[in-house]
């Protein structure tokens, strides 16, 4: 079965500071993963996406996310923090046996602090 | 913000009742998906349409009822709920499903809350 993983419900990080969310996945052959956005009484909006090559994906906002096959992994990375990047992120995975289906994380939400 | 839009953004209803959401998209897309969304849970898949032919119905009850009259309109009808229904509805437009990862554009959702 595909999905996804988001270990932690929270992360605090200061403002200026780097900041990692987590992500790992379980699929089949190889992954389409995606990241998301969520603010408040807003729908999800596409940060970005890693479909094959550059393991490390370029994305809006300044965010970019590694991909890691052998430690499952794509992580959300910022080289620093602002206060308006405080959200719920979201990662996912598209389902390689069936391409309707996309498998979402519970989410991550993200605190700045200034 | 103006690609995917949602009426109504809030409705309460009773169990008895019987409402419709709405989901429109400005985006020249043909593939459009309904999400439950609830507190700390991973989004749930409820409905995808391509092409306005519904292509996945992911196990949902029958008192939700989803319409896709053109590529551009998504409905998703509503009728004795129950009140662990009460969450976030999504909607979602992408290119069409044919085996490229594009990404989903969502709309700003439906709260619901089932008295």
């Known amino acids: 079965a595909q999905s996804v993983a988001q270990p932690e419900d929270q992360v605090k990080v200061a403002e200026g500071n780097p900041l990692t969310v987590k992500c790992t996945y379980s699929?089949?052959?190889?992954?389409?993963l995606f990241w998301y956005v969520q603010y408040p009484n807003r729908g999800l909006q596409f940060l970005l996406k890693?479909?094959?090559?550059?393991?490390l994906v370029k994305g809006s906002y300044g965010f970019e996310a590694e991909f890691n096959k052998s430690q499952t992994s794509f992580h959300l990375k910022k080289p620093s923090a602002l206060v308006s990047d405080s959200a719920l992120y979201f990662c996912?995975?598209?389902?390689?046996?069936?391409?309707?289906?996309?498998?979402f994380g519970s989410g991550t939400k993200l605190n700045v602090k200034p | 913000e103006t690609g995917v839009t949602q009426t109504p953004r809030h409705l309460v209803m009773g169990m008895t009742n019987k409402k419709s959401l709405k989901c429109e998209q400005h985006?020249?897309?043909?593939?459009m998906y309904w999400y439950k969304q609830s507190a700390k849970k991973p989004l749930e898949l409820m409905f995808v349409?391509?092409?306005?032919?519904?292509?996945e119905n992911n196990s949902v009850p029958s008192r939700f009822s989803p319409e896709c009259p053109n590529s551009s309109h998504l409905f998703l009808h509503l009728h004795t709920l129950q009140p662990e229904d009460s969450a976030l509805y999504l909607c979602?437009?992408?290119?069409?499903?044919?085996?490229?990862?594009?990404?989903?554009?969502f709309g700003p959702g439906t709260r619901l809350t089932v008295t």
């Open positions: 979602a437009s992408s290119q069409t499903v044919t085996g490229l990862p594009y990404e989903q554009y």
């Open positions: 699929v089949s052959g190889n992954p389409y």
């Open positions: 890693y479909i094959t090559g550059d393991n």
């Open positions: 996912a995975v598209r389902d390689m046996n069936n391409f309707n289906k996309f498998y």
């Open positions: 985006l020249g897309h043909n593939a």
């Open positions: 349409y391509s092409l306005e032919e519904r292509v």
